[in-house]
């Protein structure tokens, strides 16, 4: 089991419940997610396309979609975020 750290760069989130419960809603960059944790998050596009990039806490991997304003977009892959020691 790993943790992923989940960004979208060039729009903020907005996490306004952690695991179905409500929470005062934060502004984040980035957040840290496990498994079977889940996040509802609320964001404001404005562009047209944006990664949504998932990595593994080891920097290991990662997964990656595209948040966009229609159908056929697509958005660059971020560089990795290199492991801190």
Not at 13 to 33: K, S
């Amino acid at each position: 089991m790993t943790y992923f750290d989940i960004r979208i760069p060039g729009l903020k989130m907005t996490v306004v419940a952690a695991d179905g419960q409500y929470v005062n809603p934060v502004t984040v960059d980035e957040f840290r997610i496990a498994v079977a944790e889940t996040y509802d998050v609320i964001v404001e596009p404005q562009g047209e396309a944006y990664t949504i990039f998932a990595q593994s806490m080891d920097r290991t991997g990662y997964a990656r979609g595209t948040l966009a304003t229609r159908e056929g977009l697509s958005a660059a892959v971020p560089p990795s975020i290199p492991v801190l020691c």
